[in-house]
Structure formats: structure tokens, C-alpha cells
């Protein structure tokens, strides 16, 4: 089976497990199937994303999910792959079918929980759910133990274990009954996740910036001479931006990115300049 065979198979998987849901069936065994048989991570990105549409099964079916930490690390690539819309760039090769597949295509990867953190969801339902606090207390305590192993940035380790301790959240009773939760972190750790936030969002930039730079170039788009400040300093950003943390894929993003805000600006200033009288 193709690589388009498999993610079409994947898709139509997930969707029917949506419709099953929504007519009130349980997808229990189905759920259980998968986890005793399938061998690919792609599996796990399916079961992800019904429990990121549907999170109280986070708390029933789908509950071993919230147990990996491998998992969180991928779904948080997942996400911002479709935050930044990359796969915009693939729906050329999909016009030969048609308007109605490109539709379903564009309606699919805009659906709001694909692009939900499961590292978000999963202390909020913490918060909600005994059950929840219970299992997701325990792993964190085996998960303190794994990353004494790891030799990897430990900023990030620490950070996303904060995020499971309860003792890090105030919750504030409002005036329309319902409690507002938030994280408040030690001081220390505030200016570590500050940094992640920044280089998560240089990381977005760097994946939608050349997609956009694209749809600029071949017309699709018409660029606005007044925002060339603010894309001029998105060039900057990445172009500054440090690279010895990152994998080869996402440095090419990021270099895609530079050199086609660098055309983009070009035939800006080119079109300003046959303006001017």
C-alpha cells in the first residue's frame, strides 16, 4: 500500500470511529483492537485525535495514551503541522479530482481539536477527573524516573512535568458557577516556558512562512505594501533564529521560509518601485 493509499485509509478510519460516536456505539472494542494489534505510530494519531474531539474517553478508553511521553512529543508536531497549514502546498496535486475531494481535504485538516495540544487537554482533564489525576500522578512519578536516563535538553523535561502537578494550578470559583484554572508556575520555570512559547511560535513561523510566500508569488494572494514592516521582521526572526536544536526537515522549513520571503519582498519593492510617477 502508497504512502496516499495509507493516509486515505487512515483518514476513512477516523472518520467512521467520528460517526460511531456521534450515533451513540461504543468504539470500546475497537479501541482495544488497535491497541493489541496495530504496530504503526499512525494508529496512535488517529485514537489521538477522537480522544482530542471527544476527551472523556481520554479518561476511559483512551486513558494509556496520556501514559506515554513519546506521544505528547509527537501529537505536538501533529498540531503544528496543521497549525501552520503546510499541507496547503499538497492540495495542488490534488485538483485534479476536483473542487468537492480539495474541499473535504481543506475541511478535514481545519477541524479545531486537530489543532489542540494534547499536553493542554490532558492537565485540564486531570483537573476534572479523580480517575485521571490518579493515573496521570503515577506516571508522572515514572516518568521523573525514565528522564533521569535521557540525555536531552532538561529545560523541556521539566517544564512538561510541571504541567501534571496538580500543586501548579489555582483554581478561582466565578460568579456564573463555573472555576477558572490556571497554571502558575515557580518563578524559575515562567521564564523557561516563555522561551518554549517563543520558539514554538518561531517554529510555526518557519513552517507557514514559505506556504505564504507562495501563495503570494503566484498571485493567489495580493500583498499589502503596508505590512512589509511586520514581514520584514518575520524575515529577521527566522533568519536569526538558532539552528543547533533543530532536525535537518525543519532547518530546510525554516531556510524554504527566508528565501522565499526574500522574492516575495523583491517583487513587493519591485511593484512599488514601477509605481512610483
Known amino acids: 500500500m502508497g504512502a496516499g493509499a495509507a493516509a486515505c485509509a487512515l483518514m476513512a478510519l477516523e472518520k467512521w470511529l467520528y460517526d460511531e460516536i456521534e450515533r451513540s456505539r461504543s468504539i470500546t472494542p475497537w479501541v482495544q483492537f488497535i491497541f493489541e494489534e496495530a504496530e504503526s505510530l499512525a494508529f496512535a494519531g488517529v485514537l489521538v485525535s477522537i480522544g482530542l474531539k471527544h476527551p472523556a474517553l ?21 498540531a503544528q503541522y496543521e497549525r501552520g497549514e503546510p499541507w496547503r502546498i499538497e492540495l495542488s496535486t490534488w485538483a485534479n479530482h476536483g473542487e468537492r475531494i ?108 514559505a506556504s505564504g510566500a507562495r501563495q503570494y508569488l503566484s498571485g493567489e494572494k495580493t500583498l499589502v505594501l503596508d505590512s512589509l514592516p511586520e514581514f520584514a521582521a518575520q524575515i529577521r526572526r527566522l533568519a536569526s533564529r538558532q539552528t543547533s536544536d533543530i532536525s535537518q526537515s525543519q532547518e530546510q522549513y525554516r531556510i524554504n521560509s527566508i528565501a522565499g520571503g526574500d522574492c516575495r519582498s523583491h517583487r513587493a519593492t519591485s511593484h512599488l518601485a514601477f509605481a512610483k510617477p
Open 102 to 209: 480539495v474541499k473535504l481535504a481543506v475541511d478535514w485538516h481545519s477541524m479545531a481539536h486537530r489543532r489542540y495540544l494534547l499536553q493542554d487537554v490532558a492537565p485540564w482533564l486531570m483537573l476534572q477527573d479523580k480517575g485521571t489525576l490518579k493515573y496521570l500522578s503515577e506516571r508522572r512519578a515514572e516518568w521523573a524516573k525514565q528522564f533521569d536516563n535521557l540525555d536531552e535538553n532538561d529545560d523541556h523535561l521539566e517544564l512538561f512535568l510541571a504541567r501534571f502537578d496538580p500543586q501548579n494550578y489555582i483554581k478561582t470559583p466565578q460568579s456564573d458557577r463555573t472555576v477558572l484554572i490556571e497554571m502558575r508556575l515557580p518563578p524559575h520555570l515562567e521564564v523557561k516556558i516563555k522561551q518554549a512559547q517563543e520558539e514554538n511560535e518561531l517554529h510555526l513561523l518557519s513552517l507557514t512562512f
Open 58 to 78: 481520554f479518561a476511559r478508553d483512551l486513558q494509556p495514551l496520556l501514559g506515554n511521553f513519546h506521544i505528547y512529543r509527537c501529537q505536538l508536531n501533529w
